[in-house]
């Protein structure tokens, strides 16, 4: 009956860890992500994402030149809509690309600013296409610590149109709001679990005017909490703009919301509100800091890895009862041979050791996984449960969370040295618990600082 428990909490750990792991979607310029952040996540192994966002933002222009105003004269409105395609090639590394539309209009008070370098006297508008945005993203996973990952990307942002900014009902003005030249950025992000911290810079492309704008360093948090279909999500980030002929001011921007799985489909809604921190602490609510997002996304789903396989016990065998002798027969016509009864299934067991405290791999554990995941390709039915455990030393939680990622790390080699399907590995952790050996000594507690591998190979081989 414990052993039955057992199975099930497992089985249970695992729907949990891959319904957290799939849970991934396209950020508003294409990247996995957050709403405007991306994380170091990566999409799934040779699948496409896709994904539909609008959003609205409330900015401050720069000052004119040789002109000082109540910034509350310069507040514009941005509106912005893109779509966006990427594709993962490997679990290190994606592409992805985005283009769209982009609106600026000028808000009722306006006395005159600078917007991405241009001068803008009077009330004007301008709607132009985005710059397509072509990328590409690189992840480093830690060895010591599944949850822990980098991630690297680089991406060219390219004119596409020329367009007029409209001002007093005419086109005055030969130029677009976006520059005219190809802007580059580059950045990172870490992921730790529910929490990524980004960093991003944009150095951007003259004007045709030889009008040189600010380029944008990019510093922000980001948290997505699941619970269920539903992860609440929230980023907080500032922009600093860099140089530039005339200088604009730096702004914080803050989006709270939430992003909707539709069932197992990869498809999800998000939904946000956004608001410029810097316009509600100096103004309040006039003229108002807030704006949104809303996006529609997809992005391939994982299966659910199957349980672990049971063997049950063999039925008692019924006692012989002796039949009365009977009148020989004549011989009955020879049957045919009965078909040869299907293997039984067979485990092997197999023991890792680690230091105290560590969850990484020595080469003696991780020559031991070799020979384990060669006998996994030679029956590709087979399958492995791997339960981690500690010694008894300091508290239980920590215990058992470091007993899971020796767990996670065995795991972590068999998927990514040996190219074992994931979906194959369940994975336990016991903490101190089933101590195999007296912790009372250290060289007890150093066989106790351990993960038992049992592999059921299917055809019995």
Same mark, same amino acid.
């Given at each position: 009956?414990?052993?039955?428990?057992?199975?099930?909490?497992?089985?249970?750990?695992?729907?949990?860890?891959?319904?957290?792991?799939?849970?991934?979607?396209?950020?508003?310029?294409?990247?996995?992500?957050?709403?405007?952040?991306?994380?170091?996540?990566?999409?799934?192994?040779?699948?496409?994402?896709?994904?539909?966002?609008?959003?609205?933002?409330?900015?401050?222009?720069?000052?004119?030149?040789?002109?000082?105003?109540?910034?509350? *004269?310069?507040?514009?409105?941005?509106?912005?809509?893109?779509?966006?395609?990427?594709?993962?090639?490997?679990?290190?590394?994606?592409?992805?690309?985005?283009?769209?539309?982009?609106?600026?209009?000028?808000?009722?008070?306006?006395?005159?600013?600078?917007?991405?370098?241009?001068?803008?006297?009077?009330?004007?508008?301008?709607?132009?296409?985005?710059?397509?945005?072509?990328?590409?993203?690189?992840?480093?996973?830690?060895?010591?610590?599944?949850?822990?990952?980098?991630?690297?990307?680089?991406?060219?942002?390219?004119?596409?149109?020329?367009?007029?900014?409209?001002?007093?009902?005419?086109?005055?003005?030969?130029?677009?709001?976006?520059?005219?030249?190809?802007?580059?950025?580059?950045?990172?992000?870490?992921?730790?679990?529910?929490?990524?911290?980004?960093?991003? @810079?944009?150095?951007?492309?003259?004007?045709?005017?030889?009008?040189?704008?600010?380029?944008?360093?990019?510093?922000?948090?980001?948290?997505?909490?699941?619970?269920?279909?539903?992860?609440?999500?929230?980023?907080?980030?500032?922009?600093?703009?860099?140089?530039?002929?005339?200088?604009?001011?730096?702004?914080?921007?803050?989006?709270?919301?939430?992003?909707?799985?539709?069932?197992?489909?990869?498809?999800?809604?998000?939904?946000?509100?956004?608001?410029?921190?810097?316009?509600?602490?100096?103004?309040?609510?006039?003229?108002?800091?807030?704006?949104?997002?809303?996006?529609?996304?997809?992005?391939?789903?994982?299966?659910?890895?199957?349980?672990?396989?049971?063997?049950?016990?063999?039925?008692?065998? !019924?006692?012989?009862?002796?039949?009365?002798?009977?009148?020989?027969?004549?011989?009955?016509?020879?049957?045919?041979?009965?078909?040869?009864?299907?293997?039984?299934?067979?485990?092997?067991?197999?023991?890792?050791?680690?230091?105290?405290?560590?969850?990484?791999?020595?080469?003696? !554990?991780?020559?031991?996984?070799?020979?384990?995941?060669?006998?996994?390709?030679?029956?590709?039915?087979?399958?492995?449960?791997?339960?981690? @455990?500690?010694?008894?030393?300091?508290?239980?939680?920590?215990?058992?969370?470091?007993?899971?990622?020796?767990?996670? !790390?065995?795991?972590?080699?068999?998927? *990514?040295?040996?190219?074992?399907?994931?979906?194959?590995?369940?994975?336990?952790?016991?903490?101190?618990?089933?101590?195999?050996?007296?912790?009372?000594?250290?060289?007890?507690?150093?066989?106790?600082?351990?993960?038992?591998?049992?592999?059921?190979?299917?055809?019995? !081989?």
């Amino acid at each position: 009956m414990k052993a039955k428990r057992t199975a099930l909490l497992g089985m249970l750990a695992c729907l949990i860890s891959a319904a957290a792991s799939a849970q991934l979607a396209p950020n508003n310029q294409g990247d996995i992500g957050l709403f405007t952040m991306p994380t170091a996540d990566q999409p799934q192994p040779g699948h496409f994402t896709l994904g539909a966002y609008g959003w609205l933002e409330q900015l401050a222009a720069g000052n004119l030149p040789d002109q000082t105003s109540d910034e509350r *004269t310069r507040v514009f409105r941005h509106v912005s809509g893109e779509f966006s395609i990427g594709f993962g090639f490997t679990r290190h590394w994606s592409i992805f690309a985005s283009g769209g539309m982009d609106d600026f209009k000028s808000r009722g008070g306006w006395q005159g600013g600078v917007v991405n370098g241009l001068p803008i006297a009077d009330p004007f508008s301008s709607s132009e296409a985005r710059k397509v945005r072509i990328g590409t993203k690189v992840t480093f996973y830690s060895e010591a610590d599944p949850d822990f990952k980098v991630g690297f990307w680089l991406a060219g942002l390219a004119p596409v149109n020329n367009g007029s900014i409209r001002q007093d009902q005419a086109f005055t003005v030969s130029d677009q709001i976006n520059s005219r030249r190809t802007d580059w950025e580059w950045g990172a992000a870490v992921t730790k679990g529910v929490f990524t911290g980004m960093a991003s @810079y944009i150095l951007a492309g003259f004007h045709d005017q030889d009008v040189r704008p600010s380029n944008r360093l990019r510093l922000g948090v980001g948290v997505d909490v699941p619970a269920g279909p539903v992860h609440v999500i929230g980023e907080l980030d500032r922009t600093i703009l860099d140089g530039g002929d005339y200088p604009e001011p730096n702004y914080s921007m803050m989006n709270l919301g939430a992003r909707f799985w539709i069932g197992r489909t990869g498809v999800a809604v998000s939904t946000a509100l956004s608001m410029n921190l810097d316009l509600l602490i100096k103004h309040g609510n006039n003229p108002s800091p807030f704006g949104g997002v809303l996006g529609l996304t997809y992005a391939a789903w994982p299966p659910l890895p199957p349980p672990p396989v049971v063997v049950p016990p063999p039925a008692p065998s !019924a006692p012989a009862v002796e039949e009365p002798k009977a009148e020989a027969a004549a011989p009955a016509p020879a049957a045919a041979p009965a078909p040869p009864p299907p293997p039984t299934p067979k485990k092997t067991t197999d023991e890792i050791l680690f230091d105290a405290g560590s969850a990484r791999l020595t080469n003696i !554990a991780k020559a031991m996984l070799d020979g384990i995941a060669l006998r996994m390709k030679n029956d590709l039915n087979s399958t492995a449960a791997i339960t981690g @455990y500690s010694d008894n030393s300091g508290k239980e939680d920590a215990n058992v969370a470091i007993s899971a990622k020796r767990a996670e !790390a065995a795991k972590e080699y068999l998927v *990514t040295r040996h190219g074992i399907d994931p979906g194959r590995i369940a994975l336990f952790a016991r903490g101190s618990q089933d101590a195999a050996h007296d912790n009372a000594t250290p060289e007890g507690r150093a066989k106790n600082r351990r993960a038992v591998i049992v592999v059921t190979l299917i055809s019995g !081989a």
